[in-house]
C-alpha cells in the first residue's frame, strides 16, 4: 500500500519520517519524496500516521488532484537538487516522467496551486540560484550555465522579475531572504 504526503520535498525530509516511522513501529517498505510504501497485507493506522506526518508540517494526501499536484512538485524539486534540469520543453520532460498527458497536469495543477507549472518552476530555479549564490562557489555564468539558461542575462532578467532585486544587490545582502522548498507557489 502507497500512500502521498505532502510537503516532503528533500532527503532530510525522507530521514526524518523514515526514523519517526521506524521508531513508532510503523513498517516501511520504501520511502520517496512525496510518497511512503507499506508491506502488503499493512493494516495502516492513519489517524497515528496523520499525526507523525503532521507532527513534522507534512500531510497525507487523498485526493487524485492533490496526490498529481504533489508528485509534480516532487518530480521538479528532485530534477532541480540533482541538476537534472529538463532538456527541451519542461511539459515534455513532465508528460513524460508522470505518463500522464501534460494539458491535463498543466489544469489540475493550475487550479489548485493558483500559479501554471511553469511559473512553479521558474521560482524553484531561483530559489536554487539564491542558493548557489549563497554559496559563492560559482559566478553568475556558471549559475546560469548549471541551471540551462541560455545566457546569463535571460537569468539576471528572471532573477530581477521574480525576486524585485539583481543578482548582484542580492549577494551583497548580509541577511538574503530565501523561500522553503515546500513553500513555493
Same mark, same amino acid.
Given at each position: 500500500?502507497?500512500?502521498?504526503?505532502?510537503?516532503?520535498?528533500c =532527503?532530510?525530509c525522507?530521514?526524518?519520517?523514515?526514523?519517526t516511522? !521506524?521508531?513508532?513501529?510503523? &513498517?516501511? *517498505?520504501?520511502?520517496?519524496?512525496?510518497?511512503? !510504501?507499506? &508491506? &502488503?497485507?499493512y +493494516?495502516?493506522?492513519?489517524?497515528?500516521?496523520?499525526? *507523525?506526518? +503532521?507532527?513534522?508540517?507534512f500531510?497525507? *494526501?487523498? +485526493?487524485?488532484?492533490?496526490?498529481?499536484?504533489? !508528485?509534480v512538485?516532487?518530480?521538479?524539486?528532485?530534477?532541480?537538487h540533482?541538476t537534472?534540469? /529538463?532538456?527541451?520543453?519542461?511539459?515534455?520532460?513532465? @508528460?513524460?516522467?508522470?505518463?500522464?498527458? %501534460?494539458?491535463? *497536469?498543466?489544469?489540475?495543477?493550475?487550479?489548485?496551486?493558483?500559479i501554471?507549472v511553469?511559473? %512553479?518552476?521558474?521560482?524553484?530555479?531561483?530559489?536554487?540560484?539564491? +542558493?548557489?549564490?549563497?554559496?559563492?562557489?560559482?559566478?553568475?555564468t556558471q549559475?546560469a %550555465?548549471?541551471?540551462?539558461y541560455?545566457?546569463?542575462?535571460?537569468? @539576471?532578467?528572471?532573477?530581477?522579475?521574480?525576486?524585485?532585486?539583481?543578482?548582484?544587490? %542580492?549577494?551583497?545582502l548580509?541577511? /538574503? &531572504?530565501?523561500? !522553503?522548498? =515546500?513553500?513555493?507557489?
Amino acid at each position: 500500500m502507497k500512500i502521498r504526503v505532502k510537503n516532503m520535498v528533500c =532527503d532530510r525530509c525522507k530521514s526524518v519520517l523514515a526514523d519517526t516511522l !521506524e521508531k513508532a513501529g510503523i &513498517p516501511l *517498505i520504501s520511502i520517496r519524496l512525496g510518497e511512503l !510504501e507499506f &508491506p &502488503p497485507g499493512y +493494516e495502516a493506522d492513519f489517524d497515528r500516521i496523520d499525526r *507523525i506526518l +503532521e507532527t513534522h508540517g507534512f500531510q497525507r *494526501i487523498g +485526493e487524485a488532484g492533490a496526490a498529481l499536484v504533489e !508528485e509534480v512538485k516532487a518530480l521538479l524539486v528532485t530534477a532541480l537538487h540533482e541538476t537534472l534540469v /529538463p532538456l527541451g520543453s519542461l511539459s515534455s520532460f513532465i @508528460a513524460s516522467r508522470t505518463g500522464r498527458d %501534460y494539458s491535463m *497536469i498543466s489544469k489540475v495543477f493550475s487550479r489548485r496551486e493558483g500559479i501554471t507549472v511553469e511559473k %512553479y518552476w521558474i521560482r524553484l530555479r531561483i530559489e536554487k540560484v539564491k +542558493e548557489l549564490i549563497q554559496m559563492g562557489q560559482m559566478d553568475f555564468t556558471q549559475i546560469a %550555465y548549471t541551471l540551462d539558461y541560455s545566457s546569463s542575462s535571460h537569468l @539576471a532578467r528572471q532573477f530581477k522579475s521574480v525576486t524585485g532585486m539583481s543578482m548582484g544587490s %542580492y549577494r551583497k545582502l548580509l541577511d /538574503p &531572504p530565501r523561500s !522553503e522548498w =515546500d513553500k513555493i507557489v
